[in-house]
């Protein structure tokens, strides 16, 4: 079965209606339910990922593993598996976008519109973390945005992210993974935890609050060197009104070793709160 599809082809007892969108680890396609008439996102992974066994295996368990934790923020998941040699899932279709166009969109966000952001991702993370698994990707785009009033968000691709590797380092001298928030230890093959998760949301947390990536380089190389050597970027360098205790926060949470971050993502969501009310972020533990 081909992984790219036209409007009104079906698969896995969907109908697809639209493409959603599109990145090195699959399609996203709108989809309808056959007989439930319900609407999702149906990710369709690319052939690559479903070639060894042991990889669809793996990601059967791990799409397993995250359907059964019942939280707010992260995204429900309907159903995963192999049909004629395809990857997909199945997850709850949510319509207000994802973070990262919300920010190519507008730039950086307002303090409190980041917090509660922040804290919701925090919760999700560490619901996952409780249950061993760790996130591995991070990043603003698996930030899915339910549209207004609710302002909820949902933490994505947990599965997916797992699959690209313990590795998640090098495959033919290239980086597999997001660079732009990715921990040293990732980036040097070292052991992945939850201070892996606390790290990329950290990186998210500087790009709410100022419209940046932590290390904007030229290339992807130097992306990675800033994280293994540069120091971490102070907020209040590209945002005049955040109180100087932001960049404690931000230098905490991208500390190069993982034993010196915040223990948990929680902590971290509760120390910027602390900080940016201009509070001592250093008391919150």
Not at 3 to 24: F, I, K, N, Q
Not at 181 to 194: D, K, L, M, T, V
Request: contains cysteine; hydrophobic residues 40%.
């Amino acid at each position: 079965m081909t992984w790219m599809l036209d409007p009104g082809a079906e698969v896995a007892g969907y109908r697809v209606l639209r493409e959603l969108g599109r990145g090195g680890m699959g399609l996203v396609y709108e989809a309808e339910h056959l007989r439930l008439g319900r609407k999702a996102a149906l990710k369709l992974l690319t052939p690559d990922l479903a070639t060894n066994e042991s990889v669809r295996d793996r990601f059967v368990q791990e799409s397993r593993l995250i359907a059964a934790i019942d939280h707010p923020n992260i995204i429900p998941i309907y159903d995963a598996g192999d049909i004629e040699g395809t990857l997909y899932i199945a997850m709850r279709l949510v319509a207000g976008g994802d973070l990262a166009q919300t920010l190519k969109r507008d730039g950086a966000l307002p303090i409190e519109r980041t917090l509660v952001l922040l804290e919701q991702a925090a919760a999700a993370l560490d619901a996952a973390h409780s249950r061993g698994m760790v996130h591995r990707d991070v990043k603003p785009a698996n930030f899915l945005l339910d549209d207004p009033p609710s302002g909820r968000v949902f933490l994505s691709d947990f599965g997916v992210a797992k699959l690209t590797g313990a590795d998640h380092a090098t495959k033919a001298g290239m980086f597999i993974g997001s660079v732009d928030y990715a921990a040293p230890e990732q980036i040097e093959g070292g052991e992945i935890a939850p201070a892996t998760d606390v790290y990329a949301l950290g990186c998210v947390l500087y790009e709410c609050l100022t419209g940046r990536r932590p290390y904007p380089k030229p290339t992807n190389v130097a992306v990675l060197f800033g994280h293994l050597r540069d120091p971490p970027p102070r907020a209040t360098d590209e945002r005049s009104d955040l109180p100087e205790k932001a960049n404690d926060v931000v230098a905490r949470a991208l500390a190069k070793t993982p034993g010196e971050r915040y223990e948990s993502c929680g902590e971290l969501a509760a120390a910027a709160r602390a900080a940016l009310a201009g509070e001592d972020a250093g008391t919150v533990r």
